[in-house]
């Protein structure tokens, strides 16, 4: 049979079969690049915000900005290899009723996780333990609705107000806890409050060396949080 022209060209320049390999391979790497850019996937590393709502205890009164909670717990945390940061929402003399009106403005950067710390001025000021409960139950139930996961952070009755407020106002936290099914750190203070050395000369506030005992204390519980949600 008599070869045409094209016949000869197809012969020696396999057109169509390089076309359909290279067809194929284009479909391999799209599929692959659809893996990694895929619109919603999440990327290899993201960073997780975490927001400290707090009083004087989270902003660091009396402290240099790096002595502060937040931002030692920031560093234990990322030396421990874990990718976060930590938003210091402390406002120094916050009461839980505080903290629930300016929840918004805390939040304005959407976090993965916060820590409530709150209710030391509550029990400063001898307010009603149904309120700050009230408070904190609004404030959990709030960011729960934004599934946003929730760490407690528990806080004692000063001793001078009596038995029957201590009792009440201390069994306010592990309730909470179990009402909404959160992580909760008991005490804020563990290992810290009362102790001369830890705090400041008013012997409220934790000192540099304090903020260390609290952060050594609290970093498995938020460890843990992270690593739940």
């Given at each position: ?37 895929l619109?919603g996937?999440?990327p290899?590393s ?5 927001v ?7 902003a660091?009164?009396?402290l ?8 030692k ?23 839980t009723?505080?903290?629930l009106?300016?929840?918004?403005w ?25 309120l ?24 004692r ?8 407020y ?19 750190y ?10 001369a ?6 012997g409220?506030h ?8 609290i ?9 843990r ?5």
């Amino acid at each position: 049979m008599k070869q045409t022209s094209k016949t000869r060209s197809a012969d020696f320049f396999p057109y169509g079969r390089l076309h359909q390999a290279f067809k194929q391979a284009w479909r391999i790497a799209v599929l692959a690049l659809g893996v990694i850019l895929l619109p919603g996937a999440a990327p290899a590393s993201e960073t997780q915000l975490i927001v400290m709502l707090g009083d004087s205890l989270t902003a660091g009164y009396g402290l240099a900005q790096q002595n502060s909670l937040p931002a030692k717990l920031q560093a234990r945390l990322q030396a421990d290899g874990l990718d976060v940061r930590i938003v210091n929402a402390g406002v120094s003399g916050d009461t839980t009723s505080g903290g629930l009106a300016r929840l918004d403005w805390a939040l304005a950067e959407p976090p993965s996780h916060v820590i409530v710390a709150l209710g030391g001025n509550d029990g400063l000021r001898a307010i009603d333990p149904a309120l700050t409960a009230d408070n904190l139950d609004r404030i959990i139930t709030d960011l729960k609705s934004r599934g946003i996961a929730v760490l407690l952070a528990g806080m004692r009755a000063p001793p001078n107000l009596g038995r029957d407020y201590a009792t009440e106002f201390d069994r306010i936290y592990p309730r909470l806890s179990a009402k909404h099914g959160i992580a909760l750190y008991p005490f804020l203070l563990d290992g810290v409050a009362a102790s001369a050395d830890l705090n400041q000369s008013d012997g409220i506030h934790p000192n540099a060396d304090g903020v260390d005992i609290i952060v050594e204390r609290l970093s498995p519980y938020v460890i843990r949080l992270l690593q739940k949600n």
